[in-house]
Nanobody
Framework: QVQLVESGGGLVQAGGSLRLWCAASGRTFSSYAMGWFRQAPGKERGKEREFVAAINWSGSRTYYADSVKGRFTISRDNAKNTVYLQMNSLKPEDTAVYYC????????????????WGQGTQVTVSS
């Protein structure tokens, strides 16, 4: 069982930066691939949930959606049971609730079918 808690969301102007983090419980964090998803306003959870980024268990492989490539960076610290999402050059269209996800499979953590989810943190980018 893995419990995930996201933090770091907030309000930022376009062009600004935010850093999200997701703290995981349990001693098997390093066994899990981790991912970030987002859901824009007006989208019911489970529908239109968009993949943002993912990282494998060791941090040696990362994956990004085309919409965030070059602006967002995913990283992890297995000693702290934490995964991060550094978001730079933010745009109003990045406004969404951001969710952290965990799965033993790097393939599954890039899909909405990932095994474990956090409750989300709101990111709002003003124009």
């Amino acid at each position: 069982q893995v419990q995930l808690v996201e933090s770091g969301g907030g309000l930022v102007q376009a062009g600004g930066s935010l850093r999200l983090w997701c703290a995981a419980s349990g001693r098997t964090f390093s066994s899990y691939a981790m991912g970030w998803f987002r859901q824009a306003p007006g989208k019911e959870r489970g529908k239109e949930r968009e993949f943002v980024a993912a990282i494998n268990w060791s941090g040696s492989r990362t994956y990004y959606a085309d919409s965030v490539k070059g602006r967002f960076t995913i990283s992890r610290d297995n000693a702290k049971n934490t995964v991060y999402l550094q978001m730079n050059s933010l745009k109003p269209e990045d406004t969404a609730v951001y969710y952290c996800a965990a799965d033993r499979s790097i393939g599954d953590v890039t899909t909405p079918g990932a095994e474990y989810w956090g409750q989300g943190t709101q990111v709002t980018v003003s124009s």
